[in-house]
């Protein structure tokens, strides 16, 4: 069984060494840095982004009107879990890392579980697709509004 699981702590209330996390946090370098928060404070603000549109653009009947209720609360559950397990890593000591200013994010490493990325690289992993597919459902409800 792991030490997680017998409750054998270490006095300071640490995993005892051997565990995953305790690896990985010692594997972490002074010089990198976490997630700044206003990476996923984008992604998250796409996502609403793309719903606003699709909700103004298409909401036109009432079963196109179901279908968008329907997409609405899977993306409600999707958020929710996501902030449900992110709350669960915010300020563990396990992954203590120092934080930053944004700009100086972009130019920092960020740890990722198979070694490091810029902060830069990260900004735009975690949100390109959600801001593409917000500005694809502008175009589409754009044109859908004009021609349709």
Same mark, same amino acid.
């Not at 060494?17 to 992604?43: C, L, N, Y």
């Not at 699709?54 to 996501?82: H, K, M, Q």
């Given at each position: 069984?792991?030490?997680?699981?017998?409750? $054998?702590?270490?006095?300071?209330?640490?995993?005892?060494? %051997? +565990? #995953?996390?305790? &690896?990985?946090?010692?594997?972490?370098?002074?010089?990198?840095?976490?997630?700044?928060?206003?990476?996923?404070?984008?992604?998250?603000?796409?996502?609403?982004?793309?719903?606003?549109?699709?909700?103004?653009?298409?909401?036109?009947?009432?079963?196109?009107?179901?279908?968008?209720?329907?997409?609405?609360?899977?993306?409600?559950?999707?958020?929710? $879990?996501?902030?449900?397990?992110?709350?669960?890593?915010? %300020? +563990? #000591?396990?992954? &203590?890392?120092?934080?930053?200013?944004?700009?100086?994010?972009?130019?920092?490493?960020?740890?990722?579980?198979?070694?490091?990325?810029?902060?830069?690289?990260?900004?735009?992993?975690?949100?390109?697709?959600?801001?593409?597919?917000?500005?694809?459902?502008?175009?589409?409800?754009?044109?859908?509004?004009?021609?349709?």
């Amino acid at each position: 069984m792991s030490d997680r699981a017998t409750g $054998l702590l270490h006095e300071e209330g640490q995993v005892s060494p %051997g +565990d #995953p996390e305790t &690896d990985s946090a010692r594997r972490m370098q002074e010089s990198e840095t976490g997630i700044h928060p206003i990476v996923p404070k984008i992604a998250i603000g796409a996502s609403v982004w793309f719903l606003l549109v699709t909700w103004l653009s298409f909401a036109w009947g009432g079963e196109t009107d179901y279908l968008l209720v329907i997409v609405t609360l899977f993306f409600a559950f999707f958020l929710v $879990l996501f902030l449900f397990t992110a709350s669960y890593t915010v %300020g +563990d #000591p396990r992954w &203590d890392v120092r934080e930053t200013n944004f700009r100086e994010f972009l130019v920092s490493d960020v740890g990722i579980g198979s070694g490091k990325m810029r902060g830069r690289d990260v900004l735009i992993e975690i949100a390109l697709i959600p801001i593409a597919l917000a500005f694809a459902a502008t175009l589409i409800g754009l044109a859908w509004v004009i021609f349709g």
